[in-house]
């Protein structure tokens, strides 16, 4: 399917790995010119690189984009886009005894006010234009709680709400704006949740992945080319009527009627 959207210009934060990087790479290979972000410099330039050979131009910046500065030295160079994916890392696991004001402030800032505020800067652009497609990478969290992520459920819902507003503002300008939520996907992030598995229960990771993957109906974890292609589409000129949603991605773990 040709998704409409080849010499679009987008912007992917946290996309040198995982995720991101498969919305990147998915956007690339539908001809987006793409304007890359991640803290390490190895894997951005690795990733650039195959998003280059797939035949469009990419800019890379490093930054940490949780940070003010960060999000600015992003922005500048990004300039005019048309396409916003917003990632970051997400928070780390605990439980709700052990944090405090800082940690709470400190996943606020990364999975709610970044997002936010990226959109802040590039939709009065898009809706100047009439088209625009933001898709914000939250988590499987939002709509049933993980206890071990009480840092992401608190944050991402707090996202889900500004997002749930805000994508009907700017829909009569021909912008949309949906939040895509990862269950278990199998990059960096999973392994060092199921890391934290293997620790805590002194059990393999062999053991903590089947017991994760027996809870799940596709009984996988996602893939970051499968995630990516879901963005792309959504990102695409097929997607215009897609406005404020909440799509799982989860192979079917998060057990509801709606
Ligand atoms: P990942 O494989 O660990 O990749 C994270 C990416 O974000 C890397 O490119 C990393 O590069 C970049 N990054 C992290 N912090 C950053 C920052 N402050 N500024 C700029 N770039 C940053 O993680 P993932 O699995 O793709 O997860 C992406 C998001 O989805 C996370 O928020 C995660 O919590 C959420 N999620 C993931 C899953 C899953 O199963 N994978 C499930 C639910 C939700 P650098 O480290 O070099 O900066």
Same mark, same amino acid.
């Given at each position: ?10 912007l ?7 995720l991101?990087?498969?919305? %990147?790479l998915a956007l690339? $290979?539908?001809g ?10 190895a ?5 650039a ?9 990419v800019? $890379? ?6 940070t003010?500065?960060g999000r600015a ?5 990004a300039?005019?886009?048309d396409?916003l994916v917003?990632? %970051?890392?997400g928070?780390p696991?605990g439980s ?18 970044t &997002? ?7 939709? &009065? ?5 009439g088209?625009?497609?933001v898709?914000n ?10 206890? $071990?992520?009480?840092?992401s459920?608190?944050a ?19 912008v949309?704006?949906?939040?895509l939520l990862?269950?278990?996907h199998?990059?960096d ?14 059990i393999?990771?062999? =053991? ?13 974890y996602?893939?970051?080319? =499968? ?5 792309a ?9 897609? !406005?404020?949603?909440?799509i ?6 998060? !057990?509801s009627?709606?």
């Amino acid at each position: 399917m040709d998704l409409g959207i080849r010499g679009k210009r987008a912007l992917v934060t946290a996309g040198s790995k995982g995720l991101g990087r498969g919305c %990147a790479l998915a956007l690339a $290979a539908a001809g987006v010119d793409l304007v890359i972000n991640a803290r390490g410099e190895a894997a951005l330039q690795a990733t650039a690189l195959e998003a280059r050979a797939l035949g469009v131009s990419v800019a $890379a910046v490093v930054a940490d984009i949780t940070t003010e500065a960060g999000r600015a030295k992003v922005l500048q160079v990004a300039g005019q886009v048309d396409i916003l994916v917003t990632n %970051a890392g997400g928070p780390p696991p605990g439980s709700w005894e052990n944090w405090g004001r800082e940690d709470y402030l400190a996943a606020i800032e990364a999975n709610m006010l970044t &997002p936010i505020l990226l959109m802040k800067a590039v939709l &009065p652009g898009m809706m100047a234009r009439g088209w625009g497609r933001v898709v914000n990478i939250t988590s499987q969290s939002v709509k049933a709680p993980i206890a $071990a992520l009480g840092l992401s459920n608190a944050a991402r819902t707090g996202l889900t709400g500004f997002v749930a507003g805000a994508a009907r503002q700017v829909a009569p300008q021909g912008v949309t704006i949906n939040n895509l939520l990862p269950g278990i996907h199998d990059t960096d992030r999973a392994l060092s949740l199921d890391g934290g598995v293997v620790k805590a229960r002194g059990i393999t990771m062999e =053991e903590a992945r089947a017991e994760r993957m027996a809870g799940i109906p596709a009984r996988r974890y996602g893939s970051a080319e =499968e995630f990516g292609a879901t963005c792309a589409f959504l990102c695409s000129q097929h997607a215009g009527f897609i !406005v404020g949603q909440n799509i799982l991605l989860d192979g079917g773990a998060t !057990v509801s009627t709606l």
